[in-house]
Nanobody
């Protein structure tokens, strides 16, 4: 059974930074896709970033390009999202997600429980 558990959310001032972590387990192969999806209050799910585990390759939404960095520590089986220069519009629940066969967007096969990020002064 695939398990994803996010952590690292919190309250930060505009311009600040946070790092989200997502330890994972249960994948049947060493090649799969992971990513981050967020949901602002009262809004639809928004894809943030994706990475291919086992071959590299990363993608970012235009809204976070240049400010966020997705990475994976294979030794620790942990996915990260480094978020810099945070803006109030980055506020929302951030979900770690995974899919065995396709790039993560807003309909992946596996989801974490989410971690709240609030950017406010």
């Amino acid at each position: 059974e695939v398990q994803l558990v996010e952590s690292g959310g919190g309250l930060v001032q505009p311009g600040g930074f946070l790092t989200l972590s997502c330890p994972s387990s249960g994948f049947p192969s060493s090649s799969y896709y992971m990513g981050w999806v967020r949901q602002a209050p009262g809004k639809a799910l928004e894809w943030v970033s994706s990475i291919y585990i086992g071959g590299g390759g990363t993608y970012y939404a235009d809204s976070v390009q240049g400010r966020f960095t997705i990475s994976k520590d294979n030794a620790k089986n942990t996915l990260y999202l480094q978020m810099n220069s945070l803006k109030p519009e980055d506020t929302g629940v951030y979900y770690c997600a995974a899919d065995p066969n396709r790039w993560v967007t807003t309909t992946p096969d596996y989801w974490g429980h989410g971690t709240q990020v609030t950017v406010s002064s």
